[in-house]
């Protein structure tokens, strides 16, 4: 099994819609998540890390459930701009991050 | 600021010919740094990492290798490269936490 598995998609959302993204993680031992963006033939970029309690930044909100190993990706408001793979990440204690394969999401006018 | 540099940005090579990408870090002292690969349409499989000058931990057997001489600089190489080497080759680097991607080489086997 997977460390992290993710929905391949795709999702194709129009411009406006709200979209969520979740991904599964099997190691109890992981200590951190981050969500990366990657755009077509680009490296990955942060885009947030995820806390316990949640963190949201702009249209973007990012939870962690530890007792059910998910985290998730929320998007408001929807932008043509938002396009991209969206990967997540768990990091166990000897600081060895493991990448789920991706997600992608396609915003249509 | 931190940036990672890599390099060459593209690249060409025959079946059977020796790969040596550079990846250097500045703006940090000892990085834990990482190289990946991405096959097309496909997740990040990561190669190897290092915590230190001369640390080199190995994730899957193949017919590549890494090397660290200096603090902020990582070698991938291949005396003989194959078919299935192809791929967008990323090196990252991180702290404690998030880990920052260089901008990756695209690397085609023929």
């Known amino acids: 099994r997977k460390e992290v598995e993710q929905d391949p998609g795709p999702f194709n959302v129009p411009e406006g819609a709200t979209v969520a993204f979740n991904c599964t993680y099997s190691?109890?031992?992981?200590?951190?998540f981050f969500w990366y963006r990657q755009d077509c033939r680009k490296e990955p970029k942060l885009l947030m890390s995820?806390?316990?309690s949640g963190n949201e930044d702009g249209r973007f909100t990012a939870q962690l459930n530890r007792a059910s190993q998910y985290i998730s990706l929320l998007i408001r408001d929807s932008k043509l701009s938002d396009s991209a793979t969206y990967l997540c990440?768990?990091?166990?204690?000897?600081?060895?991050?493991?990448f789920g394969t991706g997600t992608s999401l396609t915003v249509i006018p | 600021s931190q940036t990672i540099h890599q390099w060459p940005a593209t690249l060409v090579q025959p079946v059977g010919s020796p790969l040596s990408l550079e990846c250097t870090v500045e703006?940090?002292?000892?990085?834990?740094l990482y190289w990946y690969r991405q096959a097309a349409g496909r997740g990040l499989q990561l190669l190897f990492y290092?915590?230190?000058?001369?640390?080199i931990s190995s994730e899957v057997p193949q017919n590549l290798s890494a090397s660290r001489p200096q603090d902020r600089q990582f070698i991938l190489s291949s005396k003989k490269l194959l078919l299935s080497d192809s791929g967008f080759y990323l090196c990252?680097?991180?702290?404690?936490?998030?880990?920052?991607f260089g901008p990756g080489t695209r690397l085609t086997v023929t």
């Open positions: 990252a680097w991180s702290d404690t936490y998030e880990q920052y």
């Open positions: 190691n109890s031992a992981s200590q951190s």
């Open positions: 995820v806390y316990s």
């Open positions: 990440v768990g990091v166990n204690t000897g600081n060895q991050f493991y």
């Open positions: 703006g940090t002292s000892n990085p834990n």
């Open positions: 290092s915590v230190g000058i001369g640390q």
